[in-house]
Each structure stands twice: as C-alpha cells, then as structure tokens.
C-alpha cells in the first residue's frame, strides 16, 4: 500500500503564480486534511472533507481552494500565491468509524510532505 | 474554539524518564492524539485518550484527566532516536470531528 501520496515534495513560486499540491490515498478514507506547518509552530488545519463532494473549512483557509470530487483525491489549490504561504504542506487521511462523524478514533495517516518557498 | 498548550522544548538524558504536559481547552471533547515527528518527516501516531486514565505501549504511555484538561506523554528509558517534535492534539465533536494540534513540545535526547 502507498498510504498517503503528496506531489511535488519541493516547489519554489514567485509571489501571484498558482499551483496544486496534490494528494491521493489508497485506503479508501473518507476523511482527508490538509494541513500547514511552520517552524515551531504546530500544525494548522487548512481545508477537510468528510467524503466525497464535501469540503469545509479548517482554521487557515484564506488563499486556498480544495475540491474533492473522487474519494481518493484531495487537491489543494494556491491560487495568487504570496511570502506568507511559505511553509511544509502535509495532506492526511482517516476512516470513517462505527458511530458516525463525531466518533471514534479516527488516526491520521501523513503523506510524507510538500516543501513550498514563495519568493 | 480550543486552546492547546504544551512546552516548546525538553531535554533528557539517555536513559532517562521524561514527561511531556499538555493542557487544552475545549467545548464538546472527544479525544487526544499524540504523535511524534522527527525533523523533516511527517507525524507518525503515538497514542490515544479518550477516557481518564492511562494508556500504555511499550516505552511510551499516555495520561488523560478531561476534568482537568490535561494530558501527559511519559518515555520511559529514552533512547537517541526519541529526539522529535511530540505534538498533542485534541479532536472536538463541536469543531466537526476536526482534529486540531498544539505547537509541539521538541524533545532533545543527550548521551
């Protein structure tokens, strides 16, 4: 199994490109995260989706879009990129447990990361 | 919303007993991860709390009082390869199921 697969692992942007860090899972979760994480300070959830179809909002939203239109594939998307968006990116994944949403222990599985510098 | 608190770092000797606190603040919990990453990896699941009590794997074990809202990550005779970034993270019923990490404590093994 390849688990949690993010693409690229590094990328240099100049301020107002775009681009898509992609990920895809192959253990048929239902939860995916995308999360950011710079130096020192934790990890910050960007976007989620419970399944396919539905996405919402994590606590760092603002310059990102997400779509997740296969249960495998959750992009995540810098549209006009900027200085502040400089950070390791990590895509996650869960199952869905016995219990509904709100239960159970749902354990995050990591992709290995995606390095983004903008310049 | 939640606060999550935790130390920003830790030194310990090889060997050595170490325990890592985590306080957090939160309106409808529904557990407590801890994960370890080392530098330059992804975060790899440690342990789990959803009851009070304590949890134990091998080296590692994990305690959670939710009247307190307090947790702890004990290692036990630590070894070189236990230096990493320990993160505690709480998952609220309130916030979506939504998984939200504290800063991470970064944990600093000397021989």
């Known amino acids: 199994n390849a688990g949690v697969t993010q693409t690229p692992k590094f990328r240099i942007l100049k301020i107002g490109q775009s681009m898509t860090l992609q990920c895809t899972q192959d253990?048929?979760?239902?939860?995916m995260y995308w999360y950011r994480q710079d130096p020192g300070m934790g990890l910050k959830l960007i976007y989620y989706?419970?399944?396919?179809?539905?996405?919402d909002k994590g606590e760092v939203p603002n310059g990102y879009n997400v779509s997740r239109s296969t249960t495998e594939d959750f992009p995540l998307r810098l549209e006009l990129a900027a200085p502040s968006q400089t950070s390791v990116y990590f895509c996650?994944?869960?199952?869905?447990?016995?219990?509904?949403?709100?239960?159970?222990?749902?354990?995050?599985?990591f992709g290995a990361g995606s390095r983004l510098t903008v310049l | 919303g939640q606060n999550i608190d935790q130390p920003t770092e830790m030194t310990a000797t090889e060997g050595a007993i170490v325990q890592i606190n985590c306080t957090y603040q939160?309106?409808?919990?529904?557990?407590l991860f801890w994960y370890q990453q080392h530098a330059g990896e992804a975060p790899t699941f440690l342990s789990y709390?959803?009851?009070?009590g304590l949890e134990e794997k091998g080296r590692f074990s994990s305690f959670l009082s939710r009247s307190k809202g307090y947790s702890y990550l004990l290692l036990k005779e630590l070894q070189m390869k236990d230096s990493a970034s320990y993160l505690c993270a709480v998952r609220d019923r309130n916030q979506g199921g939504k998984l939200i990490f504290g800063q991470g404590t970064e944990l600093s093994v000397k021989p």
């Open positions: 709390n959803v009851l009070d």
């Open positions: 939160t309106s409808g919990f529904n557990g």
């Open positions: 253990m048929n979760h239902n939860y």
């Open positions: 989706s419970v399944g396919a179809g539905i996405t």
């Open positions: 996650a994944s869960s199952k869905k447990t016995s219990g509904g949403v709100h239960s159970g222990a749902n354990v995050l599985t």
